[in-house]
Each structure stands twice: as structure tokens, then as C-alpha cells.
């Protein structure tokens, strides 16, 4: 007999998986996944920079690694992050299999089941599901445009009767809400993580993706204007530049954070591809990094403006969206009685498809929103496809 343990018990594939198999049936124009566009991988490039490497580089990339990383691509990614403002001393970094993990292993090495947590509304999926897997106790606190509300934030957690064991963000270019914080928002969520001494999960795996340079600026972490002493755990990703696939991620951490989570992480996976991380340290050191994201960050702004332009041209006024300024989200807003649900199940039949916005809410509660990216699809089918759901939009309103 097959007895499953307590936490598999309590692993359901949802509601949100079984409309995702309707949004993967090639007919329909989807905006439902949040990857990058399969043209844009520098696949070449990394074939020439595979064949170049001499014989031991290529054998390496076949062997373990410490769990820490591949010792080259560490000292490689410190200075690139250094050179992002990142300063990494007083900290250590973690070699991750994605950012996915990091924010896994975080959780595992503080949760225990019961323990309060709190993200923003709306949040990534995966970071949810993860807090959920070690029994969470899960609440988003609601995000305006410029980032999460420190008021409401602040009120809820003197309400819980004991601190929550961590606060997870993602301020650059928000998945799904598509928003990057303000500067002021981001010195008063600073201050209030300082002021209670909380940890802090900053998850960044959009940051470098800004459509305009002046925006640049706001993309500088609060773990670098916090200053080496916060607890705050900053988790980067190459997903969502060089692809998921390379599974590559960190985590930049107190010392102590860090032991744990690699002793997590030794009898989880042992260690990150080194495979990966070979070919990610000989790109970044090659200097290869800044032109493809010029072309990367004029690439995803167009299709930003495209999608914009589309929503602008067929939505009917009582709807609402964020215009983004990087990352590869649109989120719409419907008025509060609406249900997604129904949004989507009428857009399918016309031949288009989104995430519902209950997917994103901790609580699993909201629906009157959904996520579009525009990241992926062929950039053609854009205007169709929002036409479509424009067109379903206005049947369930009425
Ligand atoms: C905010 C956020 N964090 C983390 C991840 C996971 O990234 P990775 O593929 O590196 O695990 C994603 C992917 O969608 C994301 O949007």
C-alpha cells in the first residue's frame, strides 16, 4: 500500500493547471506563459563559446561542483552583480537551480508549519506554492503602483500575535502586476524591515529587463541600499534573459542563511548544473551580456507597446491595466464583481488565453484580474489576441 506523507497529502494540482492544458492547444494565441521568446536565445553564441573552451573547461562541465557553485562563475557573478551596485561582502551567495529554488530553500530553512508569511497581492505563483508546500499561513498585502502599502503592511503585521518568519517581494517589474517600485517605497519597506529586524525575501529575476534608462536607477536592489548587515535574502535568475532552461539562480544572503540553505540544497540536488554555470560564466566574462540586453529590453518594449496599444484600442472603459516599464507583464484590472474565470472560459471559445488573477492571490480569493505576458507570443498575433479577449471581456459585462 502507497501512504503518501502529510505535505504530499496536501499537494493538489489546481484549478489554474487544468485551464493552463486549455491555453497549451496550439490553436489558441496564449499570453498565459511568463517566459521569454524562444527566437531571442543567443543559441549560436553558445555554441561557439562551448567549441572554443579548452578540454579541461569542457570536463569540468561535466563534473560536480562544490554545492556553493562552480568556483569560477561565483567570482564571476560577484562582479556582476557588483558591477549592478550589488556589493556582496558580508554576505555569501548560493549557486541555485533557479530562482525557484532559492526561494524554496529559504522557506525550507525557516518554516515550520503554522509560521505566518507575507507576500504582496498579487504574488508569483511559484514562490506561493513553495511557502504553501512547508504549511504557510499565507497573506498578501495589496500592491498600488508604486509598490506594496507600507500602511497596510505595517497595521497587519502589529495584528499578528507573533512576527512573520519572512516578507517575500518582488518590486522590478512585478510578476504578474507588471508595476516597479517607487524609490520612496522602497526606502519605506527598507525601514520597516530594518526597524523590525524582519528577513525579507527580494526576489529579482526582471530587473535587468527596463524599457527606458531612466528607469535604471529604480532597478538597484534594496539589499544594496540596505546596506551588508540586513536580513535580506536577494534572489537573482538568468531565466528570464538567457532562458529557464539553463535552470541557473542565487542567492545572496547572511552567512548563516547561506550554511543552511546549502546544507538544504546538498541533499536536494547536490549541486546546480555545472554545465550551466560553465557556459554562463564564459558568456558574462566574455562581455557579451550588455548588447544582448540592449537588444533584449528594445525587443520586449516593443511588444509592451504593442499589447498597450491593442488593450487601449478594444477594452471597454470600466477596465483597467498597468502600462509596463519593463518585465514582460500586462495585469487587468475588471470591476470587482467580475469574474475572471468566466473572462477566460468565453475567451478560449474565441481562441485566446491569460492566467486568472486568483492564481496570484495567496489567499486564493480575488479573481476579479488576470495576467497577460507579452513575452512570448509571435508578436503578430498580439493585437488578435487581445482582440479576442477584448471581444469576451464585453460579453460577460454585458
Ligand atoms: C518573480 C519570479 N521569481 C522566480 C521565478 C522563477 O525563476 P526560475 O525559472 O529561475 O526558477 C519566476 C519565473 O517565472 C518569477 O516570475
Not at 508569483?124 to 498578501?140: C, D, E, M, T, V
Not at 509598490?147 to 499578528?160: A, C, E, F, P, V
Not at 525579507?200 to 535587468?208: L, S, V
Not at 536536494?268 to 566574462?285: E, I, K
Request: one cysteine or more; hydrophobic letters at 40%; aromatic letters at 10%.
Amino acid at each position: 500500500m502507497i501512504e503518501f506523507s502529510s505535505s504530499a497529502r496536501g499537494m493538489r494540482s489546481s484549478e489554474i493547471r487544468k485551464l493552463m492544458k486549455l491555453a497549451a492547444d496550439p490553436h489558441i494565441i496564449s499570453f498565459a506563459g511568463g517566459m521569454p521568446n524562444n527566437d531571442l536565445f543567443p543559441t549560436e553564441l553558445i555554441g561557439e563559446i562551448w567549441n572554443r573552451l579548452d578540454t579541461a573547461s569542457q570536463q569540468a562541465a561535466f563534473q560536480y561542483c562544490p554545492t556553493a557553485g562552480y568556483p569560477p562563475f561565483l567570482e564571476t557573478l560577484k562582479r556582476y552583480l557588483e558591477r549592478r551596485g550589488i556589493p556582496t561582502e558580508g554576505n555569501h551567495l548560493l549557486i541555485t537551480t533557479g530562482a525557484q529554488q532559492a526561494i524554496n530553500l529559504v522557506a525550507r530553512v525557516l518554516l515550520d508549519p503554522g509560521d505566518d508569511v507575507v507576500t504582496e497581492y498579487p504574488s508569483f505563483i511559484g514562490a506561493l506554492a513553495a511557502f504553501k508546500s512547508f504549511g504557510a499561513r499565507l497573506h498578501g498585502i495589496e500592491l498600488d503602483r508604486e509598490g506594496i502599502q507600507i500602511d497596510r503592511l505595517s497595521s497587519y503585521i502589529d495584528s499578528l500575535p507573533a512576527p512573520p518568519k519572512f516578507l517575500y517581494v518582488s518590486p522590478y517589474f512585478h510578476n504578474p502586476a507588471g508595476i516597479i517600485y517607487s524609490s520612496q517605497r522602497k526606502r519605506e519597506l527598507l525601514h520597516q524591515v530594518k526597524e523590525r529586524g524582519m528577513v525579507m525575501i527580494e526576489d529579482d529575476p526582471y530587473g535587468e529587463l527596463y524599457f527606458d534608462e531612466a528607469d535604471k536607477a529604480l532597478t538597484l536592489p534594496m539589499k544594496a541600499e540596505g546596506g551588508t548587515e540586513t536580513t535580506i535574502c536577494y534572489v537573482g535568475s538568468t531565466a528570464k534573459i538567457f532562458g529557464p532552461g539553463m535552470r541557473l539562480g542565487w542567492l545572496l544572503a547572511p552567512p548563516r542563511i547561506i550554511e543552511k540553505c546549502e546544507q538544504a540544497k546538498q541533499s536536494t540536488d547536490a549541486c546546480t548544473s555545472t554545465f550551466t554555470q560553465v557556459l554562463a560564466q564564459n558568456y558574462l566574462s566574455g562581455g557579451y551580456l550588455p548588447q544582448y540586453l540592449t537588444m533584449l529590453r528594445e525587443t520586449y518594449r516593443r511588444r509592451a507597446d504593442i499589447m498597450h496599444e491593442a488593450l487601449a484600442a478594444t477594452m471597454p472603459p470600466e477596465v483597467s491595466w498597468t502600462k509596463p516599464r519593463g518585465g514582460f507583464y500586462i495585469w487587468v484590472s475588471l470591476p470587482e464583481n467580475v469574474d475572471a474565470t468566466k473572462v477566460f472560459n468565453e475567451s478560449i471559445v474565441g481562441g485566446a488565453a491569460f492566467v486568472i488573477g486568483s492564481a496570484f492571490d495567496p489567499e486564493g480569493r480575488r479573481n476579479n484580474c488576470f495576467r497577460l505576458a507579452f513575452s512570448h507570443t509571435a508578436e503578430q498575433k498580439i493585437a488578435e489576441g487581445i482582440s479576442i479577449i477584448a471581444k469576451a471581456v464585453k460579453k460577460i459585462l454585458g
